[in-house]
C-alpha cells in the first residue's frame, strides 16, 4: 500500500538518509524507533515531502512518484494520501479547536463549511475531544491539543498518518492518554507509521517494527523478533540502555 524505494536525504555533506526501502501494508501499525539523529523524523518529513528527498520512489495506492522529478501536482496528490501528526502539535493559536481541524478541509480539500464541521466533529468525537471544539488551543493541555492533532490528520481521510514523536513534548502524566488513542486507532485497522521511543507502544500495538541507526534500517521485524529477540549488536545496545533508562 505504501512503498519507498531508496530513499536518500543530505544536508549538506551530511548523509541523513541512506538508500531506505520499506513497504507499509494497509492496516500496518510500523513502529520507528532508533537513536536521535539518526533520519527517523527526516524520512516521515519526507514522505510528507516537508524535506525534499534527494533521490528515491514513493508508491501509495494507484499513486507513484520519483522523488528525482516529482512535480507540484504529484506534491500535492502526496499530501491527500498522508497527514502528519507532530511532536509539538502545531496548532492555530487563533482557531478554536473544532476551526483547526476544518481549516485543511475547506481551504485545501475545497468542502464546504458544513460538510467539514461535520467532518471535524465526528473526528473529534473519536478522539474525546468534541466538548472542547469552541475552546482555543491556550486553554488545553499538551495530551488535549495532541489529540486535537490526530483529529486534525483524520479528518482529511488520509490513506496512512504519520507521527513524530507524538508522545515526546507532553508531561509523563498525559503520555497514556494519546497512546489510548492510537491504540484504538489501532483496533480500527488505521494504517499508523509512528516514530516512538514508547517502547511498550511499540511491542504491545506495532505489528512490524524498524530500527535505525546512521541513516539506515539496520534490523526489521516483528515486535518479537526486533525488540524482545533482536539479532543485530546494534540494535541489543540501544534496547539495553532504553531498558535501563
Not at 478522539?127 to 490528520?153: E, F, H, W
Request: with cysteine; net charge neutral; aromatic share 6%.
Amino acid at each position: 500500500m505504501l512503498k519507498i524505494k531508496n530513499l536518500s536525504k543530505s544536508f549538506g555533506s551530511n548523509k541523513v538518509l541512506n538508500n531506505i526501502s520499506l513497504e507499509v501494508n494497509q492496516g500496518d501499525v510500523v513502529a520507528i524507533i532508533g537513536p536521535s539523529g539518526t533520519g527517523k523524523s527526516t524520512l516521515l518529513r519526507c514522505l510528507n515531502y516537508l524535506e525534499k528527498p534527494d533521490s528515491g520512489e514513493i508508491q501509495i495506492g494507484d499513486f507513484s512518484a520519483n522523488f528525482d522529478h516529482i512535480t507540484k501536482a504529484e506534491i500535492y496528490q502526496l499530501r491527500k494520501y498522508t497527514s502528519m501528526v507532530f511532536q509539538q502539535y502545531n496548532l492555530f493559536k487563533n482557531k478554536t479547536v473544532l476551526q483547526n481541524v476544518t481549516e485543511g478541509l475547506v481551504i485545501v480539500q475545497k468542502k464546504s463549511k458544513e460538510e467539514a464541521e461535520e467532518i471535524a466533529s465526528r473526528c473529534l468525537k473519536q478522539v474525546g475531544m468534541y466538548d472542547k471544539k469552541d475552546a482555543y488551543p491556550s486553554t488545553l493541555s499538551g495530551g488535549q491539543q495532541q489529540r486535537v492533532g490526530i483529529a486534525r490528520a483524520l479528518a482529511i481521510n488520509p490513506e496512512v498518518i504519520l507521527f513524530d514523536e507524538p508522545t515526546s513534548a507532553l508531561d509523563p502524566e498525559l503520555v497514556q492518554e494519546v497512546l489510548n488513542i492510537m491504540r484504538e486507532l489501532a483496533e480500527q485497522k488505521v494504517t499508523m507509521v509512528v516514530v516512538t521511543h514508547e517502547m511498550r507502544f511499540a511491542r504491545d500495538v506495532s505489528n512490524h517494527v524498524i530500527f535505525m541507526n546512521g541513516g539506515e534500517i539496520v534490523e526489521e521485524g516483528t515486535p518479537q523478533e526486533v525488540i524482545v529477540n533482536p539479532q543485530k549488536d546494534r540494535t541489543k545496545k540501544f534496547l539495553s540502555q532504553i531498558i535501563s533508562e
